[in-house]
């Protein structure tokens, strides 16, 4: 499913989803106006080490952000390791792989967009976690 929000378009893989793509597309518009900060959706996560990073990552409230430095300390893995499991989340957006972010920066956003860290950086401003109102916010 291709969705278009902050100014770049999601290719969002539905497979893993338990969902109506018609809820999902609604639950992303409700996201998106910020009348919604978590998703009612079913993600049926992969088996092995990707599984494991995409359900860390799920678990990170909404506004706040964690390093990969520190799912991979929850994880006994490494951070490029954690970094390579983000690239391949398939269900951006939902599962949140724009809530990880480097220790001394934004990091990188696996969107194909050639602003892609300005994608991240406008869905971390609309969730607050640059602006100092979280409680985790952007490492400096």
């Known amino acids: 499913m291709r969705y278009s929000a902050f100014g770049a378009t999601f290719d969002i893989d539905t497979s893993p989803l338990d969902v ?3 809820s999902l597309r ?3 518009a409700s996201y998106e ?3 919604r900060t978590a998703f009612d959706v079913g993600v049926t996560y992969a088996e092995g080490f990707t599984g494991e990073v995409m359900a860390a990552m799920a678990a990170i409230p909404y506004g706040e ?11 006994d893995s490494a951070a490029v390791a954690v970094g390579q499991a983000c690239g391949r989340n398939a269900v951006p957006i939902v599962v ?3 809530r990880v972010v480097a220790a001394d920066g934004l990091g ?3 969107i194909d967009h050639p602003d892609a860290l300005g994608v991240k950086r406008r869905l ?3 969730e607050g ?3 100092g109102s979280r409680q985790a916010t952007l490492p400096v």
């Open 65 to 75: 952000t964690r390093t990969y430095g520190d799912l991979a300390a929850t994880l």
């Open 124 to 126: 971390l401003e609309h």
């Open 108 to 110: 990188g956003f696996s």
């Open 129 to 131: 976690a640059l602006d």
């Open 96 to 98: 949140p792989c724009h």
């Open 26 to 28: 609604a639950q992303l």
């Open 33 to 35: 106006r910020g009348g």
């Open 20 to 22: 109506a793509e018609s």
